[in-house]
């Protein structure tokens, strides 16, 4: 659970375990802490909204997410009916505020081809995210998959958690096919370090005693140094033929 003050370390060799929800579960089910949460929120609005060095707001990662039990002693009850609350909330505040810069609630599981089978939080996302982001760890065919079907909103797209290389989700395989559907991403993890996400999801449940041959997420080492030169060199490629 969040709390101010010295943190746990992290658990050695075990994928972002130092990971804490936010809001807090208690702020999550707690009515009388959405003032504070809107505050928070419009105060970022209201220093940030015109600086030009934003270029999206995320409002509430992944929110209906419950972690596969991994915090069940902090999750509350009913949460994904919490959170289609405070993300509602959330819209309004941004719409509210009405920053220069577009706002987004990130798609996250699913295929996502049928309307019709999109939950109400789902539709929400899709529908009132001026710019429509999704997260996708599968292989280039999925990808494909799933950009076509959320092509239907004619909305600019960001694709805003990317790259599991031992599930074909790689540098090299997939960031061509996002260049080429003119659809910017971010990819999970960049420098190896405290997160130590270069684990795979499963550290959770499998012990790993050394630095895995395949890393997971991440580009570059401690140093500096990357994991995988082709990976970098192609990033430099790709952004050379994008400014020309």
């Known amino acids: 659970?969040?709390?101010?003050?010295?943190?746990?370390?992290?658990?050695?060799?075990?994928?972002?375990?130092?990971?804490?929800?936010?809001?807090?579960?208690?702020?999550?089910?707690?009515?009388?802490?959405?003032?504070?949460?809107?505050?928070?929120?419009?105060?970022?609005?209201?220093?940030?909204?015109?600086?030009?060095?934003?270029?999206?707001?995320?409002?509430?990662?992944?929110?209906?997410?419950?972690?596969?039990?991994?915090?069940?002693?902090?999750?509350?009850?009913?949460?994904?009916?919490?959170?289609?609350?405070?993300?509602?909330d959330a819209f309004n505040w941004a719409e509210q505020a009405d920053p220069d810069q577009p706002?987004?609630?990130?798609?996250?599981?699913?295929?996502?081809?049928e309307p019709a089978k999109l939950s109400a939080f789902e539709t929400m996302m899709l529908e009132r995210s001026p710019v429509v982001s999704f997260h996708c760890y599968g292989p280039v065919p999925e990808f494909r998959h799933k950009v076509e079907a959320l092509q239907r909103y004619r909305k600019p797209m960001v694709c805003s958690e990317y790259m599991a290389r031992n599930q074909n989700n790689t540098i090299t395989e997939v960031l061509p096919f996002l260049q080429a559907e003119s659809i910017d991403a971010f990819n999970w993890g960049f420098v190896s370090g405290k997160s130590q996400t270069i684990f795979p999801w499963d550290s959770w449940k499998v012990a790993y005693p050394a630095e895995p041959e395949l890393w997971f997420h991440d580009l570059l080492r401690p140093d500096g140094s990357p994991y995988r030169k082709v990976e970098t060199d192609l990033i430099a490629k790709l952004c050379r033929e994008q400014s020309t």
């Open 1 to 88: 659970m969040g709390a101010y003050g010295r943190q746990a370390p992290p658990h050695p060799n075990r994928h972002n375990s130092g990971w804490t929800q936010c809001p807090t579960g208690a702020q999550l089910s707690d009515p009388k802490a959405r003032p504070a949460l809107e505050a928070y929120v419009k105060a970022f609005f209201e220093r940030f909204g015109k600086d030009e060095r934003i270029y999206l707001w995320d409002l509430y990662n992944e929110p209906d997410n419950t972690n596969d039990g991994r915090f069940q002693a902090n999750e509350p009850t009913a949460k994904a009916e919490l959170a289609f609350a405070l993300a509602k």
């Open 103 to 113: 706002w987004t609630v990130g798609i996250w599981r699913g295929s996502w081809t």
